[in-house]
């Protein structure tokens, strides 16, 4: 299977925007399709959580902290996913991860991160 490769971290003041993609090497149409994605997120000191989730056939899945303000979203044509993040906050200052798990086996894909900071 392929790798994980998230983009689009950055420095942002609060209530500023920042939107998160994903792709994955390696990946069939079919395959995208059908895997569930998500978007994790670890501040330093926490538990990793589940930020967005996104499952073919069913409507996306939110954190209560980020309802109304993240949007997860799929390309199917570029084979990509992103997080929209909009009126940020520092709370929401953390390292996010894409996630993907593949219909076939169950198997857990994780990007390497990448860094979002919200200056307050």
């Known amino acids: 299977q392929g790798e994980l490769v998230e983009s689009g971290g950055g420095l942002v003041q609060a209530g500023g925007s920042l939107r998160l993609s994903c792709k994955m090497s390696?990946?069939?149409?079919?395959?995208?399709?059908?895997?569930?994605w998500a978007w994790y997120r670890q501040a330093p000191g926490k538990q990793r959580e589940l930020v967005a989730s996104s499952t073919s056939g069913s409507s996306p899945n939110y954190a209560d902290s980020v309802k109304g303000r993240f949007t997860i979203s799929r390309d199917n044509t570029k084979k990509m996913v992103y997080l929209q993040m909009n009126n940020l906050t520092p709370e929401d200052t953390a390292t996010y991860y894409c996630n993907t798990r593949m219909y076939y086996n169950n198997a857990d894909v994780w990007g390497q991160g990448t860094q979002v900071t919200v200056s307050g």
């Open positions: 390696r990946i069939i149409l079919s395959t995208f399709s059908a895997n569930s």
